[in-house]
């Protein structure tokens, strides 16, 4: 894809505070129109990077662009209120003296233009009747709702969400997520979501970013990277993971779950399979593990095995065997990921 | 961002206001003028300073934190409206404390008369004495240790002490394990405190012949002209005062982090029946008795005895009120100046703390070079009285800039930073969402701030004493004139309309203090 579609192209930015690197020459784009997630553990600096875009930090490295505008280099940076991002915060950020209709309108110009569009917006996210409620007064859902709005009002080029559900719990948390993609989709934003849950992630974005260590470490579409990771922290970041150890001879990874073709040097590797991609067979079939643990986990069973060597997990739907249960394993060698030591 | 804003000019600016006299101080001091002063004097007046410092920090921390012990742990008849009344002793100048004890202690006095004539009794304490201005002076500022002890007994939540008792500790062991080395950094900074009002303090111990450094600085600049020698005894008053802001800065880092104020659950206090009720009660009235209803309602018999003068006093109160509401007023500007860069530029804000600690006295003597130049330099481009009154402000400014610092600081903090953040991607500059977000959100903070630099501002004596103009007379100013002329029923009036102008607002922030619980944002304004 030509760079005139990318929306937000970072190029090779590092920030680094006191002697800790934050980011590590990060590359990034977000295509216009599309949700980017960027999703990693916590301290590796995707929140950061978040924080660069918006301007709320300086860079040391590399150059922010915005719709077609370098919006920050080392020597430069504009500053937020000129960069037509709009951010949603963790925490919502709502200012606790002023009405919803008010924290709405914050950004706008004109009362005639910001009656109309916070009226508007607030329609849109059906929070017109707390119009004059203060924020203290609402569920997390609807203050939620109030910040998506806020941050909608000025019809920014580019909206960046940080952690947007962390504050919010389970049922509450599916039902908002929902909202937010919609209304999103509907009014055709780009926009970067940065969280550090898999599920939300993928989910959520059209394309997406893992981020290690302060760096971007892979890109690509969910289904890509979930099924084809690079690195056993790319493979981590998108789900649980049993890892065994495993060896290259002539482009070919030998583990005890099986073999797999891989471009890589002979010598020592991990290979990597999910916990919903171990299959159970009869006793006589497959890998021999004996049941070390069984734990029921509403839709599925977590049931921990041992082999001779290894410990594995698997997510088993409907009937689990019991604790002390010898049973045999299989694999589909699709399914499994051979990645560099 | 880095670099140089707006707030962050305005926050050195604000600094460079509160230090510029402590610089005055130490250039003063240094100068190559004229400054007899004998060691021996120096000495003595150190030696007493130290002596009644030492005397008022040891009574304060007795009185402060076994009130502050009662009222919190403790239920028995009245509890509640001692929790804020014994902070009430906060709104009467210490001078008005003198004059009332030293009157009523007086051999000729009524009470000492009547003590002869009917018990036969010819006893009374000697109140113009280094112990009788420890007594007077360990009355109007054991507030400061209640206030402080109070807050951290209220804070540590019950749970450190069901803890410990489910850890085999029986109720006097927790205490002493857990709840006493909890309390040890707010006693400490609620002496400092005391401590640092007692170096301050000039009138009650000029009233009550003690001669301290702080009498020694003003003696010296009105008796002898000698601003050299005002430095030089000021000087080892800034280190006392560098020494106990460390002291009361440092007893900070024990206190509750905001992760256990969301744990909290309050203290149940343990019922005292009967007789140890009654004590618990007879011990609050009595300190609340000495520390404010004897000596304002002694003032106040003797003062109905004359007619006073009341044309000197309502322009006294009109002077009190009007340099009270323009000190606060531009204490706060400055504070919060300095507040809103506080978090990035914390030894700035610190350094600028000093003054707090610093007496007025000292502060005016700094003040007093740079005038001198303005006053001999710029004839005639103001009116002498136009600057002394700004002198005089700006003295108040920057011995009180901590004082707003602290609660404008404290509710800059229900500011959270993406709150800041969210209002720069809104389209605001950083000044733009001080003004439209940080500031708004802590007006009510700052209404604070201003009480209580009015309350000090009003009390204020030895600054107001050496920078005010000629014939702008506050309240505690003819306070001072009346009682240097044994004239204590007249100044008694001054004294007892000073009580007036500053107990509404005491009463309003002790009720606010201590309505507040650990978690409270403060009360939505």
């Excluded at chain 2, 206090?269 to 008795?289: M, N, S, W």
């Amino acid at each position: 894809m030509a760079d005139t579609d990318a929306m937000v192209l970072v190029t090779g930015v590092s920030r680094v505070f006191g002697r800790r690197i934050a980011i590590d020459r990060a590359d990034l784009t977000l295509m216009r129109g599309r949700i980017l997630g960027l999703l990693g553990a916590s301290g590796s600096g995707k929140s950061t990077l978040l924080r660069t875009i918006a301007g709320l930090e300086s860079i040391d490295a590399g150059t922010i662009a915005i719709d077609g505008r370098v919006v920050s280099t080392p020597g430069l940076a504009l500053a937020p209120e000129n960069r037509r991002v709009g951010m949603v915060f963790q925490d919502f950020a709502l200012f606790p003296h002023l009405t919803v209709a008010q924290n709405v309108g914050f950004g706008l110009k004109g009362r005639a233009d910001r009656d109309a569009v916070v009226g508007r917006l607030l329609e849109r996210l059906r929070i017109v009747d707390q119009s004059q409620a203060f924020p203290h007064t609402l569920s997390g859902g609807e203050q939620q709702r109030v910040a998506l709005a806020r941050a909608l009002a000025r019809d920014p080029a580019v909206i960046l969400l940080d952690e947007p559900f962390s504050s919010l719990d389970g049922s509450l948390r599916g039902e908002v997520r929902e909202d937010l993609m919609e209304t999103l989709r509907e009014t055709g934003t780009s926009a970067i979501v940065v969280t550090h849950d898999a599920e939300d992630a993928m989910i959520m974005a059209e394309d997406l970013a893992l981020m290690d260590g302060g760096r971007v470490i892979q890109t690509g579409t969910p289904r890509d990277l979930y099924n084809n990771p690079t690195s056993v922290a790319a493979a981590r970041l998108l789900g649980p993971l049993n890892l065994v150890e495993a060896r290259v001879h002539q482009g070919v990874a030998t583990s005890v779950l099986g073999q797999k073709s891989a471009i890589l040097p002979d010598g020592p590797v991990r290979m990597g399979i999910r916990p919903t991609d171990l299959r159970l067979t009869g006793p006589a079939q497959g890998l021999q593990a004996r049941v070390a643990s069984v734990s029921f986990a509403g839709g599925y069973c977590v049931v921990r095995v041992k082999t001779d060597t290894v410990a594995l997990s698997l997510h088993l739907p409907g009937e689990a065997p019991r604790t002390g249960d010898v049973v045999g394993l299989t694999v589909d060698p699709a399914r499994l990921m051979v990645l560099p030591d | 961002m880095r670099g140089l804003t707006v707030l962050r000019l305005l926050a050195f600016l604000a600094a460079a206001v509160a230090i510029a006299p402590l610089i005055g101080v130490v250039a003063a001091a240094f100068g190559d003028g004229r400054a007899d002063i004998a060691a021996a004097d120096l000495v003595r007046y150190a030696l007493t300073s130290m002596a009644l410092a030492f005397l008022v920090g040891l009574s304060t921390a007795v009185l402060g934190s076994v009130s502050a012990w009662l009222v919190v742990m403790h239920s028995f008849p009245g509890r509640n409206i001692f929790a804020w009344a014994l902070a009430l002793p906060l709104a009467a100048p210490a001078f008005a404390v003198a004059y009332a004890y030293a009157d009523l202690f007086d051999v000729a006095g009524e009470l000492r008369t009547w003590m002869r004539a009917v018990p036969g009794l010819d006893w009374g304490p000697q109140m113009r004495s280094l112990p009788g201005a420890a007594f007077v002076l360990s009355l109007a500022f054991y507030p400061y240790v209640y206030l402080t002890v109070r807050a951290a007994l209220v804070n540590q939540s019950s749970q450190a002490i069901e803890a410990a008792r489910s850890l085999g500790c029986s109720p006097t062991q927790a205490l002493v394990r857990v709840a006493l080395p909890l309390l040890r950094p707010a006693l400490a900074a609620g002496v400092a405190l005391a401590v640092m009002e007692t170096l301050a303090d000039y009138g009650a111990v000029q009233f009550l012949s003690v001669q301290t450094l702080t009498t020694g600085v003003v003696r010296s600049w009105f008796v002898y002209g000698s601003l050299e020698a005002a430095a030089r005894l000021a000087l080892p008053l800034l280190g006392a005062a560098a020494l106990l802001l460390w002291i009361e800065r440092l007893s900070r880092k024990g206190r509750t982090d905001e992760a256990a104020r969301a744990r909290w659950r309050p203290i149940q206090p343990t019922p005292l029946e009967g007789g140890r009720g009654l004590l618990a009660l007879a011990f609050c009235i009595g300190l609340l008795t000495l520390g404010l209803f004897l000596p304002a309602g002694w003032l106040a018999i003797k003062a109905l005895d004359i007619s006073p003068d009341w044309p000197r006093l309502v322009r006294a109160a009109s002077h009190s009120l009007g340099l009270g509401l323009g000190g606060a007023i531009a204490t706060v500007i400055l504070a919060t100046c300095l507040a809103l860069s506080a978090e990035r530029m914390p030894f700035t804000a610190r350094i600028s703390s000093l003054g707090y600690a610093t007496p007025g006295a000292v502060m005016a003597i700094g003040l007093l070079a740079p005038a001198s130049l303005l006053w001999q330099n710029v004839p005639g481009a103001v009116s002498g009285l136009g600057v002394g009154l700004l002198l005089l402000i700006y003295a108040y400014a920057a011995r009180l800039m901590a004082a707003a610092l602290e609660p404008v600081e404290a509710g800059l903090t229900r500011v959270t930073p993406s709150m800041v953040s969210a209002a720069r991607t809104l389209g605001r500059s950083e000044t733009g969402a001080a003004l439209a977000v940080r500031l708004p959100i802590a007006s009510g903070a700052m209404l604070t701030a201003v009480l209580v630099v009015f309350i000090d501002v009003v009390k204020e004596l030895p600054a107001t004493l050496i920078l005010r103009p000629f014939n702008v007379d506050t309240l505690a100013v003819i306070a001072d004139n009346y009682a240097r002329d044994e004239r204590l029923p007249n100044a008694g009036w001054p004294s007892l309309m000073i009580l007036a102008l500053t107990l509404p607002a005491v009463i309003w922030l002790t009720r606010k203090i201590t309505a507040s619980r650990p978690g409270d944002l403060n009360g939505r304004h």
